[in-house]
């Protein structure tokens, strides 16, 4: 997936690994477009890959707008655009949700 991305040109890519925090995924990948347009191009690029993996990935979000998020089962790909990425800030989020884990045990 993350040959994908980087293929189209996908930006400041980050896996985090959440394994054993949640049932959502092991695994987010997050990447950033420039544009709507190449959002985009990195989704489908990254579905593309999937699929000749043997995957049958899902979309979800707007393809028209600044966030995709596709979901591979095991791993989550959420490509945003840079605007998106800032207000959503997964990183910052699932950070927060680990170091309060961390702190209840």
């Known amino acids: 997936m993350r040959d994908a991305a980087e293929e ?3 930006e400041d890519i980050a896996v985090l690994d959440l394994t054993g925090r949640t049932i959502v995924a092991d695994a987010f990948v997050i990447v950033t477009g420039r ?3 190449q959002t985009r191009s990195v989704a489908d690029a990254i579905v593309e890959k999937a ?6 990935p899902r979309l979800e979000g707007h393809r028209d707008g ?3 998020l596709i979901d ?3 791993v ?4 945003f655009t840079p605007d998106q990425r ?3 800030n997964l990183e910052r989020l699932w950070g927060r949700v680990a170091e309060a884990r961390a702190e209840a045990q």
Do not use: N
Request: glycine fraction near 16%.
């Open 35 to 37: 544009s709507t347009i």
């Open 51 to 56: 699929e000749q993996a043997g995957l049958r």
């Open 86 to 88: 800032q207000f959503y």
């Open 76 to 79: 989550v790909a959420h490509v």
């Open 8 to 10: 189209k040109k996908g």
């Open 72 to 74: 591979l089962g095991h």
């Open 66 to 68: 600044g966030w995709i």
